[in-house]
């Protein structure tokens, strides 16, 4: 039965394509198909649409045509894009450049054509960090500019990639920037406290310069050089005495050099005395009634074994550190004693007044005519550091002299009161020797 049926259905195919293969081409198609057993048993045929070739073609080389200009305009556009990258890293690589030489190098120089002198000061980097942070907010408004040419583009999207890279790319410069921004405000506040160190030692040297020199084109007066005087204290009493114009510092350590000549006795008085607001006897050498000459810190005492009352001129120093307390104790260059726990730990006050011939019971003032000091003084230095052996002993037998770095012995430095005290011309050096 099977067989039957399968033979009708291919008799009716190939009588169809007989029937089909001897009438004229009309340009049609027809296809045969299977069909049910209880479908119709005839060759049904379905026909295919006329296809108009001329306006299928035309249709599709429009949309390749869109398609290229769309390739190309977008090609165009990430031709532009690389442009503009390529002209940032460049304008960011000139600034890295002049940031570079505008570094302040480990030498103390800043750029290879600058020269810094004394009285100059190097420039302050502001002007490059600001420079750097306007050229990195240029470089984010052109990154803005970007992205919204993006968003003007029609009918294309973007590159993710090319986005990706500027946006690396600018983070890693900010970083740089950032990091350059650092360095530059770390160098500027160090090279801010080292100018200012400078600045003030400089100017503590020019004004002890000055001083020096005009005392030098005054010519001191009548006397030969301006440390060439001496103060004459001839009567024990309370009015007459000689005050240093000039106040110490906070001291830890201090060495107290003159040149000194008595015959009082008994005791040569109070040469010096050194009172602050509080504490009248915070440095005072005195020698009254049978008694050593004493040195007096704090109120605290240490007998010194200096003998001065011959008449003759004498050379004495006297250095105290407030470490242990220690002192020592010269005459005419040589170390006589020595010793600690004198005020051990104290730092000498700031502030207060120096009188030379008195003792003050307050400070400036009040003093007693049994503790005034009669004879000659001369050259009254102080500095805050203890000196060398070597350098007492050139000063005491006259090689060399040299002025205290915290008190100077000048005539605009000794103001003298009281009538029948004076200063006038000191003898020479050599003259004032023990042995002369």
């Known amino acids: 039965m099977f067989s039957l049926l399968y033979g009708l259905i291919c008799f009716c195919a190939l009588g169809c394509s007989q029937q089909a293969s001897g009438q004229p081409d009309d340009g049609k198609r027809y296809i045969c198909r299977a069909v049910p057993i209880t479908g119709d048993a005839s060759c049904p045929v379905t026909l295919l649409p006329e296809l108009n070739t001329g306006s299928q073609e035309e249709e599709l080389r429009n949309t390749v045509m869109q398609l290229r200009e769309t390739i190309l305009q977008q090609k165009e556009n990430i031709s532009k894009q690389q442009g503009t990258i390529n002209e940032l890293t460049t304008k960011l690589s000139l600034c890295a450049s002049a940031t570079d030489d505008r570094r302040y ?91 200012a160190a400078y600045r003030l030692k400089t100017e503590s040297t020019l004004n002890a310069l000055v001083e020096r020199i005009s005392e030098l084109e005054k010519g001191g007066g ?120 004198l005020a051990a730990w104290h730092p000498i006050k700031p502030g207060g007044v120096i009188i030379l011939g008195q003792e003050q019971d307050v400070v400036g003032g009040r003093f007693d005519a049994g503790q005034a000091f009669v004879g000659e003084l001369s050259q009254v230095n102080i500095w805050d550091r203890v000196l060398k052996p070597v350098e007492i002993q050139s000063m005491a037998n006259c090689s060399s002299y040299f002025p205290g770095n915290v008190i100077s012995w000048l005539p605009s430095n000794v103001e003298v009161f009281g009538r029948g005290a004076f200063k006038r011309p000191l003898e020479m050096c050599q003259e004032r020797l023990p042995n002369a």
Not at 132 to 139: A, D, P, Y
Not at 141 to 155: H, K, Y
Not at 157 to 185: A, C, I, Y
Request: net charge neutral; with cysteine; glycine share 8%.
């Open 105 to 195: 190098d480990k030498t103390g120089s800043w750029g290879k054509d600058k020269q810094n002198t004394m009285g100059d000061v190097p420039r302050d980097p502001n002007d490059t960090i600001d420079s750097l942070r306007k050229t990195m907010q240029g470089l984010k408004d052109r990154l803005e500019n970007l992205e919204q040419m993006r968003a003007n583009v029609s009918g294309a999207s973007f590159p993710s990639e090319l986005r990706d890279l500027l946006q690396r790319r600018l983070s890693q410069l900010e970083k740089q920037l950032l990091k350059k921004v650092n360095n530059l405000e770390e160098q500027k506040s160090m090279l801010s406290n080292a100018t």
């Open 222 to 341: 009548d006397y030969k050089s301006p440390e060439q005087f001496k103060l004459s204290l001839p009567q024990r009493t309370n009015y007459l005495y000689g005050r240093i114009t000039k106040s110490l510092p906070e001291m830890y350590a201090f060495t107290l050099c003159m040149w000194i000549k008595s015959s009082a006795s008994p005791g040569i008085g109070t040469p010096f005395s050194y009172g602050v607001p509080g504490q009248a006897n915070e440095i005072v050498l005195i020698e009254w009634g049978n008694n050593p000459i004493e040195l007096l810190i704090n109120d605290k005492v240490a007998q010194l074994p200096l003998d001065v009352r011959d008449g003759r001129w004498h050379h004495i120093c006297m250095s105290w550190t407030t470490r242990d307390g220690q002192w020592d104790a010269y005459q005419d260059g040589e170390k006589l004693g020595s010793g600690d726990n």
